[in-house]
């Protein structure tokens, strides 16, 4: 009885110690702007890599969008531009900030307007095939995120 109390034990905390052990990737803070459906909208959020290698993100999912792009804002010579892009990394053990006037999701062609105070879900996708989902606070297209 004794033995078999100590083994249960031994394997609960050995179950214990592999849950508090950080996912790889972690995405938190999302959010979204809400704009007439005949306008883009963007979204933000940040991704954590708790990894001892870079990841490499590919790509984003957000159903309520027929379209989900990886964007980046740049400004040259006082003139401000924004691309696509396909994959930006995530450093070992670091963080990747998706804000206003840096990196940003471009979010076209909504399947319904969206509601300011509602949550949508987002997909991110990366080059190992692991992806990370999380929810998306709507907000009002004044929002500054905070």
């Known amino acids: 009885m004794n033995k078999t109390v100590l083994v249960i034990g031994a394997l609960t905390c050995a179950s214990i110690a592999s849950l ?3 996912a790889p990737f972690e995405a938190r ?4 702007r809400a704009m ?3 306008l883009p909208s963007s979204g933000y959020f940040t991704v954590t890599n708790n990894s001892d290698k870079p990841a490499t993100l590919t790509g984003v999912d957000m159903p309520a969008f027929g379209m989900s792009m990886m964007h980046k804002s740049d400004t040259k010579n006082g003139t401000a531009s924004m691309s696509p892009v396909d994959t930006i990394d995530v450093p070992a053990h ?8 840096g990196y940003h999701l471009m979010l076209e062609e909504p399947a319904k307007p969206l509601q300011v105070g509602s949550t949508i879900p ?10 990370v989902k999380v929810d998306c606070a709507v907000k009002s297209a004044s929002s500054t995120g905070k």
Do not use: M
């Open 36 to 38: 007439p459906p005949n």
């Open 29 to 32: 803070d999302c959010w979204v």
């Open 122 to 131: 987002l997909t991110l996708s990366f080059a190992d095939k692991r992806t």
């Open 94 to 101: 670091g963080a990747l900030q998706f804000a206003p006037k």
């Open 20 to 22: 508090a052990q950080a």
